[in-house]
């Protein structure tokens, strides 16, 4: 596609219920990242895979939290039994290479309640 | 980890005005990127600039990697120019950013 492309773009779960947020990165792009984004402030790194090999998962903020990118294209964010402290914009992006320029989606609003 | 400082937190422009946005950073760095953060949460990529300066319309980006900062230039501010602006350096593969700048354009 054009761009990096997240869905859905807003989410109310309830506590204790299971997300799932998607990411389809831009076509040929080998790097992948979730960031989180808490209201007022400047995004933060979650994980990063390159293809579908998860390299670094160490900005997850606990078990709770679980990606995904089986084919080394779209990837997924799962939240495991939802606190409300996971309410949060949660931002994808993917770059062609390693250290290389990253494009960021829309985003996925979570609202926990 | 890296540390990215951004001043001033808020910025208020007439429409017109001139303002220059600064963002410090506390180690070497393998490249810089700088975003305008819309009202819809889109972060629009502006300038990606390891060193040197770059320009895009009335927007410009120095970074003097030795010196551990960069500077964005807005130049004859509009109304659509409002929004948070976004420092962010890449160290390896990993982007760090800074808490932003809100900018205001008043008409």
């Known amino acids: 596609g054009a761009g990096v492309s997240q869905s859905p773009r807003y989410k109310v779960a309830k506590r204790g219920q299971d997300v799932a947020l998607r990411c389809d990165p831009i076509s040929g792009h080998v790097s992948l990242f979730w960031y989180q984004q808490a209201l007022g402030q400047g995004p933060e790194f979650l994980t990063y895979f390159q293809n579908e090999a998860q390299l670094d998962k160490s900005g997850l903020p606990s078990d709770r939290f679980f990606a995904e990118r089986p084919e080394g294209s779209v990837s997924t964010l799962k939240i495991q039994r939802t606190q409300q402290e996971d309410s949060a914009v949660y931002l994808c992006?993917?770059?062609?290479?390693?250290?290389?320029?990253?494009?960021f989606g829309q985003g996925t609003r979570l609202t926990v309640v | 980890g890296i540390q990215v400082e951004q001043s001033p937190p808020d910025l208020i422009l007439q429409e017109g005005a001139n303002s220059t946005l600064r963002c410090n950073f506390s180690?070497?760095?393998?490249?810089l990127q700088w975003f305008h953060q819309n009202p819809w949460g889109q972060l629009i990529n502006l300038f990606y600039?390891?060193?040197g300066t770059k320009q895009n319309g009335r927007l410009s980006a120095t970074t003097v990697a030795t010196e551990r900062y960069s500077l964005l230039y807005i130049s004859s501010s509009q109304t659509t120019d409002s929004g948070v602006y976004f420092c962010?350096?890449?160290?390896?593969?990993?982007?760090?950013f800074g808490a932003g700048t809100t900018v205001t354009v008043r008409a």
């Open positions: 180690d070497s760095v393998n490249n």
């Open positions: 962010a350096v890449l160290n390896d593969y990993k982007l760090s």
């Open positions: 992006a993917s770059s062609l290479e390693r250290q290389t320029e990253a494009f």
């Open positions: 600039i390891p060193s």
